[in-house]
């Protein structure tokens, strides 16, 4: 009985990942190259050629979802330490500025 | 491998909380000292501030959801309640310009000349560009509709270009209603006409150009395949502010434009 109610929150956890079907462990594989496709009318091709870009989702899911313990906001590394330490900057910096402007406008107006 | 036994949302640690609170402090602050000794520094400083959390907050947001699959139906739920209440609040914030329009035009002041339109105003026609206003927001709510339709269909052609047109439209009317600004006949200092119909209709036009920001940050997701026909919900966020924007223009036509004129 254990095992049923283990495995049922085991499959309402994985259900849990739901977006766009991406689950985690899984390996995605890459797209085959379509470089060898002849070209075709666009009432032809139906609802599979490219409009705008591919789709670079699944992509962004299992580099999102690598558990490495990097937080959300740094997890896609360098222009996201990068953004995140100037904001930062900008936030210490400014609320230092912001005391040190306060303290002068708390002072008496000598005429 | 399940990470947790539940279907709830147990974020990361964020700065953005703190950099957006430091954020209103030196928004706040540097608006005061703006007033008192004329240096604009420290307020536009908040302003970037706030701008960065902004983008670093949603961003976060949009990862949690589409990429890590956070958004569960109870998540979800949670934040289509969460835009619910948002846009409640934003009725009532409306609703405080309306009372102070119908306090001053429902019982006119001598000083007015007892009389509404205040003597030495003239009103603009409400039947020429106001009405043009009009017919280019509710187009817009309908074209709205059409991406939303395009969106759950699977119509990925479509559903970007009635995004785009809903967006132009919004474009539209706000450079409408700037021309309307440049050259009418009275200002914000004209009385209590003016800080009632540039105060309301102001405050109308910012909130038109945060949904048309609203609206664009769903056009380069649907672009990007953010958006499945099942679960798109921050489209829908959009499509329900857009919506409550189009319905305050139609209380801000028939009240201030129509009625007050």
């Not at chain 2, 991406?147 to 119509?155: D, N």
Request: net charge negative; with cysteine.
């Amino acid at each position: 009985r254990d095992t049923a109610v283990a495995l049922v929150f085991y499959y309402f956890a994985v259900d849990c990942f739901f977006a766009q079907g991406l689950r985690p462990g899984v390996p995605a594989e890459s797209p085959a190259m379509v470089f060898a496709t002849p070209t075709k009318v666009v009432s032809e091709a139906g609802s599979t050629v490219e409009y705008l870009g591919t789709n670079r989702v699944p992509d962004l899911q299992r580099l999102f979802q690598t558990s490495d313990g990097v937080p959300i906001h740094l997890k896609r590394g360098v222009p996201d330490k990068l953004l995140y330490r100037t904001t930062m900057a900008l936030t210490i910096g400014g609320a230092l500025y912001c005391l040190v402007a306060l303290y002068f406008a708390a002072q008496p107006n000598k005429k | 491998m399940a990470h947790q036994a539940h279907a709830y949302h147990m974020v990361d640690p964020s700065p953005w909380p703190l950099t957006g609170a430091i954020a209103a402090l030196l928004m706040t602050s540097g608006l005061a000292v703006w007033f008192h000794f004329h240096s604009t520094t420290l307020m536009i400083l908040g302003t970037i501030l706030l701008l960065l959390t902004m983008f670093q907050w949603w961003r976060d947001v949009v990862r949690e959801g589409t990429f890590q699959g956070h958004h569960t139906p109870p998540v979800q739920k949670g934040l289509r309640y969460g835009m619910i209440l948002f846009i409640t609040s934003e009725v009532f914030f409306f609703l405080g310009f309306f009372w102070a329009f119908y306090h001053s035009s429902l019982a006119p002041t001598p000083e007015l000349g007892g009389c509404w339109p205040p003597t030495g105003i003239t009103t603009l026609d409400p039947f020429e560009v106001p009405l043009l206003n009009t017919a280019v927001l509710l187009a817009s709510g309908v074209t709205v509709t059409w991406a939303h339709h395009s969106i759950m269909e699977g119509e990925r052609k479509q559903a970007i270009q009635s995004l785009t047109l809903t967006i132009a439209l919004g474009f539209y009317f706000t450079f409408l209603q700037a021309m309307e600004y440049y050259e009418a006949p009275f200002t914000i200092a004209d009385g209590v006409y003016g800080s009632t119909f540039f105060v309301a209709t102001g405050f109308h036009g910012l909130h038109v150009i945060i949904g048309s920001m609203f609206l664009a940050v769903c056009l380069l997701r649907q672009i990007h395949f953010h958006f499945t026909s099942e679960h798109h919900f921050g489209f829908e966020a959009a499509a329900w502010y857009w919506h409550f924007v189009d319905v305050v223009w139609l209380f801000l036509y028939i009240s201030i434009y129509w009625w007050g004129s």
